[in-house]
C-alpha cells in the first residue's frame, strides 16, 4: 500500500520521502521528485519488508517526534503501524501525533492489524503459547478462558485510537492486513473525496 500512495504522488507530481524504524531509525530521506529517488524509495520499501527485524520494540512516539522535526515543509505523513504500545507508552504516542498536527501537516494514520488474529482472537480452544515479537515474552493459555476480556480491550483501544484522531483532525483508516491494498486505498481515497 506504501509503494501505491507513493506512486500515486508520483502521478501527481509531489515530491516523496520515507522514514522506515523499528527499534531505531533505518532509513529516512526528505521529499524529492526525481525518477531516481522514487526507485530508491521503492527499493527501501522493499528491504524494509524482505529484512524486517524479529524481537525489536517499536517505540513509535520517539520517531513521529523525530519525524514531525525533520519535515521543514508543510507535509501530507501517511503513517502506517499497528499502533500497539504498552499502556505506559499511549500517552506518549498520541503526544507525538500532535506534535505532527501542531506543525500543521496533514496525517493519514493506517492502523495496521490482522482481523482474524489480533480483533477476533480466532485461535482454536487448545493450549497455545503467545509470544510478544517486541520483547519476546510470552504467555501460555487456552484462547476461550481470555477471548472475550481481550476483544473488549481491543475494541475499547480501538475506539480511544478513533477518538483521538478525529480530536487531533487525523485521518484514521482501518487497514487489516488481509485485505487488498486496492481495497484499503479506495476506502481512503472515497472517504478524502467525501471529507475533503
Known sequence: ASAAIMNLMKRQRDAIGLSVYSDEYEFYTSEKGSERHHQMLLQKLNEALLFSKEKSQTKTYEH??????????RSLVFLFTDMFQSDAEAEKLFEALQHLKYNKHEVILF???DKKREVNFD???RPKRFV????GEHVNLYADNIKEQYEEAVQNYFAELQLRCAQYRIKYVLTDINESFNKILTTYLVERQKFG
Open 123 to 125: 485461535f482454536s480452544n
Open 64 to 73: 513521529l517526534h523525530l519525524i514531525a522535526e525533520k519535515l521543514k515543509r
Open 132 to 135: 510478544d515479537v517486541e520483547t
Open 111 to 113: 492502523h495496521t492489524f
